[in-house]
């Protein structure tokens, strides 16, 4: 089992930036990929970033694309998600997960482990 706990929501407005951190522990040398997803009010859980293992390939979703940045600290076995020029509709609780595959994949079935969400609020 990986246990991972999710921190640094908040309200903030338009233009400003945000840290998500993501702790993980237990049986983090099965994980191959980590992620980052999001779900809006009233909308499904949506893709937002992931790195591999070693943190040496990303992805992202094409509406962060440039704005938010993952990577991660070994050393602290955690993961992050920077935040930039923050936008009303980046609104949502955000998800920490973790994959077995090293695909750094976009579905929320690819990914086993989940934390408990951590809510972000853009206002304009």
């Known amino acids: 089992q990986v246990q991972l706990v999710e921190s640094g929501g908040g309200l903030v407005q338009a233009g400003a930036s945000l840290r998500l951190s993501c702790a993980a522990s237990?049986?983090?040398?099965?994980?191959?990929?980590w992620g980052w997803f999001r779900q809006p009010p009233g909308k499904e859980r949506e893709f937002v970033a992931a790195i591999s293992w070693t943190g040496s390939s990303t992805n992202y979703a094409d509406s962060v694309k440039g704005r938010f940045t993952i990577f991660r600290d070994n050393a602290k076995n955690t993961v992050y998600l920077q935040m930039n020029s923050l936008k009303p509709e980046d609104t949502a609780v955000y998800y920490c997960a973790a994959s077995r595959y090293g695909s750094r994949g976009s579905e929320v079935s690819e990914y086993a482990y989940w934390g408990q969400g951590t809510q972000v609020t853009v206002s304009s």
């Open positions: 237990g049986r983090t040398f099965n994980v191959g990929s």
